[in-house]
């Protein structure tokens, strides 16, 4: 997968991305309410969403949508992982382990 494409489509798809202030909200961990980050939890969610689609990714490294996705000179969104899990509990990602357990019953 092209880090470069990934990083391309992102800066097309979001106009803000290379803002500063910006950036530093959007790559706070989670606290608090969930109400409280719902808001940046859709914007991860669906970027991952789209950038999968671009890019024609099925299978995703949780690793590398942090650190080559959306890596921003070392930077790297401090909430990823918890989007990832709820995304996983919500039904929109599963875990490799969880295909190869439905194709082997």
Known sequence: MDSYSAKEFIRREVPDWDDEVVATARFK???GQRSDWELRFQFWRDLIIKVSRQLGVFVIDPVQVKQSWF???GMTP????????????????VRINELEDQGSG
């Open 78 to 93: 401090l909430c990823i992982d918890h989007v990832l899990l709820l995304m996983h509990n919500e039904g929109d990602v």
């Open 71 to 73: 890596d921003r000179g």
């Open 29 to 31: 961990a989670f606290s």
